[in-house]
């Protein structure tokens, strides 16, 4: 099953094409592509260079999926179990040259997210972010040192492309078909004072 954005006007293929899926194949994310969307990753712009994000990456068979299935919230349990891979983000709060607060920190974790995302897509996969996660239960599981923040958790695998069989895949299929909606941009940028709406939107 695929999935695509109806953009006016027309933007990168890859941004079109990205989706959020709830069922995944059994196929296996290769090495090769976790290293190349991650490589994607690591060069997402982050103030003074920064590079505040981590991720702690967890395949199916490993011990640890099951603890970070456990720190998700309860809705996406079920369906985040049978991703093949899950990731769990992380920033560092401080600056790294300074020890100050880094205020932008979250932007920039999900500045590099949105890479990881897009290069999945070009490779075939499609990513699943979720915020719905037990913060306290994912710092203990994964023994985070002081200044580090768990922050989402990432769905990574190739969609499903079988039709539901059962009750709850048919609910998760009707959620992916749903057609998407995103405001349109007069409603959310502004030329020169808030709440102006430019002609050009």
Known sequence: MSSVNHTDPTVLPTIANRWSPYRYSDRQVEDSALRTCFEAARWAASSYNDQPWYWIVTRQEAQEFESLVRCLMEANQAWARKSPVLILSILRTSFAHNGQP????????????????????????????????????????FQLPEGFEPYTAVAMGY??????????????????????????????????????PSKIF
């Open 102 to 141: 880094n205020r932008v920190a979250a932007h920039d974790l999900g500045q590099a997210t949105a890479f990881l995302s897009l290069q999945a897509c070009e490779l075939g996969l499609q990513v699943h972010q979720m915020g719905g996660i037990n913060l306290s239960a994912a710092r203990q599981s």
């Open 159 to 196: 969609p499903s492309e079988a039709p539901a069989e059962s009750e709850q895949d048919k609910l998760l299929e009707k959620r992916e078909l749903a057609s998407r909606q995103r405001r349109p941009l007069s409603k959310m940028v502004f030329i020169n004072a808030w709440g102006q």
